[in-house]
């Protein structure tokens, strides 16, 4: 144990000497807590022991044992032994709760019976009332550019809003929400925020938490696939499922269709040497079915005109015949087997992923008491990262703002990353389409990155030319930079043969001149 023991639990000073510490006892070798049961009781109550352990044991040499193996279990267990003197132990530093920064947006708001119908507040002081502190909406509307200002003030209908990287986009959602409670044009329950992933969800919750005053919580702010399950198991009676379905993961799917395996009808894709090895592909294939809006009706309708076209071409001879009849019965094969798949799905109990929104908008087409109740609920819906939405997404948020037209979707084609799960530019497209009187705001300002950054990010993201929108819709998207950093370093290339070289680059220091912008490009990747 060593020739002296300190033990201080839960006391912030251990004072040497036999002498009691503030906020707490102090043991010391002539306090009478020499023998080893009041020892240990006293050690467990947070005392302290600074006496060498000789001294403690010698007066109760049979005790030496005992006394010895408590003290070295006790004080290995909270790992508070000193070593060759007097060790002054710190607690752990209590974390207090970090209070909440929020916009008093209604202290001094008086608002009219108008409102409900869309006309603008009035009775909203601009002075400094309350103890000197700004009114609410000029606190919740406070450091908005122009473009920003009038995405976040507008008034009802469709608006687009093309937002660049570090533009501030999620700042333009969060206070148009705020503004939407504060005006009282919408209740908090009437608000529909929908993004793409959980983290990105829990980050606007929190600063709409920030915007709008304690107790207003209602509103609805989640990711696309969990705003579906939660239609989906409000509405489950209605659609035949039990009301504690159950949604199955990825792996879980494919561990599903190893056990149903001979319930399909497969014969290329369930090969007498490997019968498992298409059933990845086929839970990818499903999937997307689903994010493309693809239903099994629709898809077992293609393949038959696969068929249909295939008859004509062999009654012509056309050469392309036998190529066309092979495309033909491997999409007859797989149609058949999206459709017995859902139907064991549908027996089972189960969903996957991408039923949380295929069969919430299944819901919404075919249950009008649904759809017109799901309407009256949320009349504001809000999208963000709206260029990476699918079709099934789409048509979901098309639905549900149809009659009131109040949806606000916030994007940007040059940040789509979600190509392979079915997003596409089609969508922004066709959101001016539908909407064609839809306000669209910019928003170029930049305060993220540098002027050589945000040049060189425009020179390469050009390369996506024609389908851009700047080239599609004449949008002027290039970012200006607000960030004042004198003398920017430039931007220069590096280029990798494999992804081990970049990490091991990346693991470098930067160099005495401080960090300069890179762009990496890998050449194994095309450039």
């Known amino acids: 144990i060593g020739p002296l023991v300190a033990v201080h639990l839960h006391r912030d000073v251990l004072v040497p000497g036999g002498q009691p510490s503030p906020g707490g006892e102090h043991v010391a070798g002539e306090s009478g807590h020499d023998r080893p049961e009041a020892l240990e009781e006293h050690l467990f109550r947070g005392g302290v022991v600074d006496a060498p352990v000789g001294q403690l044991v010698g007066r109760h040499p049979p005790a030496h044992a005992e006394l010895e193996a408590a003290v070295g279990e006790l004080v290995e267990h909270r790992d508070l032994v000193g070593e060759a003197q007097q060790v002054r132990v710190h607690p752990r530093a209590r974390v207090e709760p970090r209070v909440l920064e929020q916009i008093p947006v209604w202290l001094d708001q008086v608002?009219?019976?108008?409102d409900r119908a869309g006309v603008a507040?009035?009775?909203i002081p601009i002075g400094d009332e309350a103890g000197g502190s700004a009114s609410g909406l000029e606190?919740?509307?406070?450091?908005?550019?122009r473009e920003q200002l009038r995405a976040v003030t507008h008034e009802a209908g469709p608006l687009l809003v093309v937002a660049g990287a570090g533009t501030g986009k999620t700042q333009v959602i969060t206070r148009r929400i705020a503004w939407l409670v504060a005006t009282r044009r919408a209740r908090?329950?009437?608000i529909l925020a929908l993004t793409f992933t959980d983290k990105a969800a829990a980050e606007m919750q929190v600063r709409v938490d920030q915007l709008v005053p304690y107790g207003y919580t209602d509103t609805a702010i989640s990711t696309f696939h969990a705003f579906g399950d939660r239609i989906v198991r409000e509405h489950a009676l209605e659609l035949?499922?039990?009301?504690?379905v159950r949604v199955l993961t990825r792996p879980e799917v494919v561990i599903f269709l190893r056990e149903h395996l001979f319930a399909f009808d497969l014969r290329a894709y369930r090969p007498l040497g490997d019968p498992t090895r298409f059933l990845g592909a086929l839970a990818a294939l499903f999937s997307r079915c689903k994010d493309e809006d693809v239903p099994p009706e629709a898809y077992l309708a293609h393949a038959?005109?696969?068929r249909a076209e295939v008859a004509v071409l062999e009654t012509a001879a056309d050469p392309e015949a036998a190529a066309r009849r092979d495309e033909a019965e491997r999409q007859a094969e797989l149609a058949g087997a999206y459709a017995r798949y859902q139907a064991l799905l549908a027996e089972s109990g189960f969903l996957d992923f991408g039923d949380q929104v295929a069969v919430a908008l299944r819901l919404l087409r075919e249950s009008p008491a649904a759809r017109e109740g799901l309407r009256r609920r949320f009349r504001h819906i809000l999208v963000d990262e709206f260029q990476d939405t699918n079709r099934a997404q789409s048509e979901l948020v098309a639905l549900l703002a149809e009659p009131h037209r109040n949806v606000t979707v916030v994007g940007d084609d040059d940040q789509s990353i979600y190509r392979f799960r079915g997003a596409a530019i089609s969508n922004i497209l066709e959101f001016r389409s539908r909407y064609p009187g839809a306000r669209t705001v910019v928003l170029r300002r930049n305060y993220r990155s540098a002027k050589p950054v945000l040049d060189a990010s425009y020179r390469l993201i050009r390369f996506n030319d024609p389908d851009r929108l700047e080239v599609r819709e004449g949008i002027a998207k290039r970012l200006r930079a607000e960030r004042g950093v004198p003398d920017p370093a430039p931007v220069r290339r590096e280029a990798f043969a494999s992804g081990g070289e970049e990490v091991d680059f990346r693991g470098k220091p930067p160099g005495k001149g401080g960090e300069t912008p890179v762009m990496l490009l890998g050449e194994d990747l095309g450039g």
């Open 111 to 114: 608002a009219t019976a108008g």
């Open 121 to 123: 507040p009035v009775g």
């Open 139 to 145: 606190a919740l509307l406070g450091g908005l550019n």
């Open 188 to 190: 908090p329950s009437e």
């Open 240 to 244: 035949g499922l039990p009301s504690d």
């Open 304 to 306: 038959e005109r696969l």
